[in-house]
């Protein structure tokens, strides 16, 4: 593992069947959540009152009341709630999301789900949203009922952000080249592998990534290399150099100007910033 980042599993959560759970926040924590962590499962934070920051991926965000911010697998987060705010966590599993995701093949939850970010709902849209989630809280404990329930709420969610987020079902070599990235970022030849491994058209497969996501395969990948970047300035005492040799840019100065690219930050004052 390139990143130091502590990585919690439902395990430590004493979670026997890897679905999901609500986390309420009135009980001990199982970890340590007052420094910069991920999951290797999906978090719903679940904000009626606002109040304090969370910083989600090095973005860091007033919390406001009636939202809800996603926390996608793998993601680096630090939720710095006031003693004012109130809400819940919904946390759930790979497994889940991948089943929701063949019953209703309709709406593509794992790329919604999959992006983490701040979603922000008008009193009466979450007004709409919290009679789902009290009954989830109601019946946490009535498995069958709880997990069509959350079915319920995430789709919920999605079609109340139709207008503004990304809801439609994505070509599955999206995911694919997602996934493929994740573990392959650091080979430079990454794009071109991935369009043979595949046997996609170069031009094809660009254009349907720009139509779905907004972005080219070189400006994903460098969102990548961005987050890496991120997570080793954060949690590491290497220098720059050492950084820039580790995600295997060929100097420090070359790394220096597309950190400055992507963050409007040096890597120093990055590294100032957050630390």
């Excluded at 999206?174 to 990454?190: D, P």
């Excluded at 409007?264 to 004052?269: A, F, T, Y």
Aim: with cysteine; glycine share 2%; charged share 30%.
């Amino acid at each position: 593992m390139i990143s130091q980042t502590p990585i919690h599993s439902f395990r430590e959560m004493g979670i026997d069947e890897a679905m999901a759970k609500v986390i309420h926040w009135s009980e001990p924590p199982k970890y340590n959540i007052e420094e910069t962590h991920s999951h290797d499962f999906y978090e719903l934070l679940i904000y009626r009152k606002g109040g304090g920051f969370h910083t989600i991926n090095y973005q860091k965000e007033k919390i406001r009341d009636c939202s809800i911010h996603i926390v996608a697998k793998s993601s680096t987060h630090l939720s710095e709630r006031s003693r004012k705010s109130e809400g819940f966590t919904i946390a759930f599993s790979d497994m889940y999301l991948s089943q929701l995701q063949q019953f209703d093949s309709s709406i593509d939850y794992k790329e919604f789900y999959s992006q983490p970010g701040f979603i922000h709902f008008n009193k009466t849209e979450f007004e709409e949203l919290d009679v789902l989630l009290r009954e989830l809280i109601k019946n946490e404990n009535n498995r069958s009922y709880f997990l069509n329930l959350l079915a319920s709420v995430l789709c919920k969610i999605i079609l109340l952000k139709k207008d503004t987020m990304l809801t439609q079902k994505t070509d599955e070599s999206i995911s694919a080249f997602r996934e493929y990235l994740s573990h392959h970022y650091l080979e430079k030849t990454v794009v071109d592998d991935f369009l043979e491994k595949e046997n996609h058209s170069k031009i094809a497969f660009s254009r349907k990534l720009k139509k779905l996501t907004g972005l080219t395969p070189l400006q994903m990948l460098h969102q990548k290399l961005h987050l890496e970047a991120k997570k080793l300035l954060y949690n590491t005492h290497d220098s720059i150099k050492e950084i820039a040799w580790q995600l295997n840019f060929e100097d420090e100065s070359y790394f220096c100007k597309f950190f400055k690219s992507q963050e409007d930050l040096s890597p120093n004052e990055f590294r100032k910033k957050y630390k």
